[in-house]
């Protein structure tokens, strides 16, 4: 089984809640997702899809795209229910990192939730990258990423 590579940063913290009305206290923690991100090497020059969920993970999403320098596209993964606007997932398919964003873990629901749905699109569906705000400790994840940034493990 692949290790995962934690790059960990403790001035992650997790984002304030919820985050549209908190973006002056969140946009600092999202530049310090982008800025870790961008310093893993092999993902330079590459196309990203970001991947989200819920309005915390497209607002995250949102701002994440605007600072980091690869071309990118922004996959909202709806929750159930959610039935406005399309369900068509997008993806960059060649050359591209797929990643996936959100505020925080609790117990890793959101970020299996969006992991089932992409796998049922594609089979070969890859996640290189979790980025989250907090702690990676209470999580059981269905899938293993390449990389795993958050504030401790």
């Not at 993806?91 to 925080?104: A, G, M, V």
Request: a negative charge; charged letters at 25%.
């Amino acid at each position: 089984m692949e290790e995962i590579k934690y790059i960990l940063n403790d001035d992650l913290d997790m984002l304030q809640h919820p985050v549209g009305s908190n973006l002056m206290e969140n946009i600092p923690l999202i530049e310090i997702m982008a800025k870790e991100f961008t310093q893993i090497s092999e993902y330079r020059n590459k196309r990203v899809n970001i991947i989200c969920r819920g309005s915390s993970g497209a607002i995250i999403g949102a701002i994440f795209s605007q600072k980091i320098p690869n071309e990118y596209s922004i996959a909202h993964v709806k929750k159930p229910g959610e039935d406005s606007h399309s369900n068509f997932i997008n993806l960059w398919e060649e050359n591209s990192i797929n990643i996936i964003i959100d505020d925080f873990i609790s117990s890793g629901n959101t970020l299996n939730a969006i992991w089932d749905r992409m796998i049922k699109k594609d089979e070969g569906f890859k996640v290189h990258c979790v980025i989250v705000g907090g702690s990676a400790k209470a999580y059981k994840l269905n899938f293993v990423p390449d990389y795993f940034i958050c504030q401790n493990k």
